[in-house]
């Protein structure tokens, strides 16, 4: 293997594991001052770090996913690549859903009490509900798609470029990473299923050649409708 290869899989590792450590401590630190918002605030922290850092690195957004979509027609396809990510969606959680049901796995079948604790007094309340909107756009449907699929699934796979299942390493690792990123709210039950999700994700990712943007949109869309159900107190 040349060295300029094994230097760039050794950096791409390092890069993974400090920028995920860097993310995680930094939310531990938040965590007793502003425990509804350390999540967010972290990782916003942690992408304004890194974007500085990729471009001391010669690399930008764009190589991680972010890329420009020219015309009319590449902006007008991200609907329905959208709605195939949707679909992955939908394949991933609704398994683990019915084989929870079937096996009567309570943890499985009822929302966490923290799930509702985190957003506060949204119900009826406008600014309550505009925050979380904007830090439902902002922190996950772009944040974490950046930081989850974007940068670790990409250096990841340079990481470990050369191995077999290469590509299964760099959607299994974040999607762990990712489930465990809400466990503390979620508990168990978060962590298996939003760890589904981003397997389904990530593989999307994947599968649109590195293309974040339909993942960010339904992203979104999915966030908002949850957090307009909690704001109506529609029972979902």
Excluded: C
């Excluded at 899989?9 to 938040?30: D, H, P, Q, S, T």
């Excluded at 939908?90 to 943890?107: C, E, H, N, R, Y």
């Amino acid at each position: 293997m040349p060295n300029t290869l094994k230097y760039e899989k050794l950096i791409a590792f390092i890069e993974v594991i400090g920028f995920v450590a860097f993310a995680l401590i930094l939310k531990r630190v938040l965590d007793p001052l502003i425990w509804r918002f350390a999540g967010p605030v972290s990782l916003v922290a942690v992408l304004i770090i890194l974007t500085g850092y990729m471009r001391f690195r010669g690399l930008s957004w764009s190589d991680m996913g972010l890329r420009a979509l020219p015309g009319i027609r590449a902006k007008l396809m991200v609907i329905p690549q959208a709605l195939l990510v949707f679909l992955a969606f939908a394949a991933a959680v609704a398994p683990i859903l019915l084989i929870s049901k079937a096996l009567d796995l309570t943890f499985m079948t009822q929302i966490p009490a923290g799930v509702e604790e985190r957003w506060g007094d949204i119900a009826g309340s406008l600014p309550h509900y505009l925050l979380w909107m904007g830090i439902v756009w902002i922190s996950a449907a772009f944040g974490e798609e950046m930081f989850f699929r974007g940068f670790l699934i990409t250096r990841l796979q340079t990481a470990f470029a050369g191995l077999p299942m290469a590509s299964v390493l760099a959607v299994l690792l974040p999607a762990l990473l990712f489930g465990y990123a809400h466990m503390y709210y979620q508990g168990l039950r978060g962590l298996i299923v939003t760890g589904a999700i981003a397997l389904a994700f990530g593989t999307m990712f994947l599968v649109f050649k590195r293309n974040l943007w339909p993942i960010i949109l339904l992203h979104g869309i999915i966030d908002s409708i949850g957090m307009t159900s909690r704001y109506l107190n529609w029972d979902m």
